[in-house]
């Protein structure tokens, strides 16, 4: 395995003296450049693993892999490959090896070779999912509580009439794309929303862990210390016991397991609007702090396209109307492609909201040709 640390080497005892052997200053050579850490800050480790899904796209791998001393327990990851070429011939259910490298911001994984496979096997009692209902966007948020950092028992209730994100992490999650980049995300999206004069003040940050035997309040305040450099302003870290988490998790989707003395999760991140509804979900990293704040900005400002009957009116009259109401197939992302086709001139159109037909004209907010209906706000 590589160090993650940085051998120390004096100038002088790492310089061939007259007459040493020159496979002797090749070896010191050989020994910075493969145990050291690159001039970049990138760290690397050989590491072993169980491959337990590989994506339709091959970018990512979900892997339970060994424990890597110094960096992060035994625990099963979704893990980046940066060259999609090493994953041919590989399967589900085969065990390799392979070398992780991780910066401050991201991680990926290469040089993947088979060592065995094992069948795959389902227990007997795996849950299928069958009966949970997820939410989607128009449905209001479940009540739930929550410790927060200062000790006190919160609620989602207590934000009722402000704009909400939030997203889960927990304080030990080594990957710097995962937890990390969720709250460096919110960090960013809060700049925006503060130096944008035309956004609703009422918004907040919720970052909530789900590991409540580690994530103390004490521990909450000074992880977010890192994120947040003393300014907590419109911002709250939280934890979610066990039961609030296995109750929620699976109405977002939300994928937690513990494994280890660690977890294996994915990323979800929700915006409420201020009567507490799902406005939008984030799934997995890929979102930038620009389109959260967007969305943000758009549940503030009543954004919201779904409602008991909705149905948008195109402006030119040879289109047909959208139906956007929740028994109907469009929804809110969708329906992007049909309105975007359909709807020659959005800030034109009018859309009729509720069982009386009130009209509602769409309000230009933003010029954005690739998704125009996030562009216009009732």
Sequence with gaps: MISPGTPRM?????RPRAGAAPTTALFALLLLAGCGQPADGTKSFDTRGLIREIAEDRRTAVIRHEEIP????????ELTVRD???????????????RLHATDETHWIDTLRKTGHQARSTPANAPSGADVVELKPGDPMPECSFLSEDGGTNTFAAFQGKVVAFTFIFTRCPLPDFCPLMNRSFARARELLRADPGATPNWHFLSLSFDSANDTPEVLRRYAQGYRSGDADRWTFGVLDATTLATLAPQLDLIVTAEGGSFAHNLRTVVLDPRGRIFRQFDHNQWTPQELADAMRAAGQGGALLCPTCTLIPAAPSQPPIDFSPASSNRFRSSRTALRRRTAQPDQSTL???????ERTLKPLARNSNWPITSYVL
């Design 10 to 14: 004096n100038t002088e005892d790492s």
């Design 352 to 358: 009729f909201c509720g069982p009386s037909g009130t």
């Design 84 to 98: 999609t070429n090493e994953l041919a011939g590989l399967v589900a259910g085969d065990e390799i090896t392979f």
């Design 70 to 77: 110094g960096y992060m327990p035994k625990m099963t990851m």
